[in-house]
């Protein structure tokens, strides 16, 4: 299998490339921090091929995509995993600042979609997996951006699954709740409280569990769907959020 993860140099694309990579595939890794992306290179030796790259640069994410397609003749798995995520206020979130967390979460996704489409179209049998958030779902205050992104980046599933189905194209949506990542950690430097002894927060690891069993088709009934992972602490709250949303697309993973 080929492999494409976006910001694979941390958190859960690397947990993501690592597993890829043991089960025995070959993982392309892109990311900006080109010294991360080293020394996982070093780590998992030749199965992981570090391509840094800004991914909200359109056309050198393109060159570096096409370039991977031809080099390798084929993608079996696109992980769109590089996002990033700040708490603004309404009145905060300028267009700017919308528009950058926009150009990460969906244009960039968009664009890794619409270049490797022809490649993963003309090879069958591939899996295209968007990584959201809960946040689509129910944010806390202060995504307006955020949560607007990772919910526009949903529905780029449904249709890229939608459009692939005649050619073997599958795609999904990953919607972690808290994951204890670099990210989580610079937003919430106190952390999330356990509540009634349950965790509050998931590991990267738990998060590339699911990717790897979408990779080897065990989700493919699931297509086109949000695969919901809210922490232990957090399944409660997320079970009664779709008894009332009935027909919201979601199911649980857990």
Known sequence: MIAIVTGASTGIGAAVAKQLVKAGHTVVGIARNTEKLAALARALGDGFLPHPCDVTDAQVFSAVLRQVADDLGRVDLLVNNAGSAKVLSIGETTPAEFRAMHELNVVAPANAIHTLWSTMCRHGDA??????????????????????????????????????????????????GVVDTPLHRSLM???????DGL???????????VVVAIAQGRHDARAGRVLAMPAPAAVTALRRWIIEHPGGGVELVI
Not at 203 to 208: F, H, M
Request: proline residues 9%; aromatic residues 8%; negative net charge.
């Open 199 to 209: 965790s509050s927060t998931l590991l990267p690891n738990e998060v590339a569990d």
């Open 127 to 176: 899996r295209i997996v968007n990584m959201s958030s809960l946040a689509q779902l129910d944010p806390f205050p202060g995504f307006f951006a955020y949560a607007s992104a990772k919910s526009a980046l949903h529905l780029l599933t449904v249709v890229a699954n939608a459009e692939g189905e005649a050619h073997g194209v599958r795609a999904f949506t990953v919607a972690p």
């Open 189 to 195: 430097p106190d952390g999330i409280k356990p509540v």
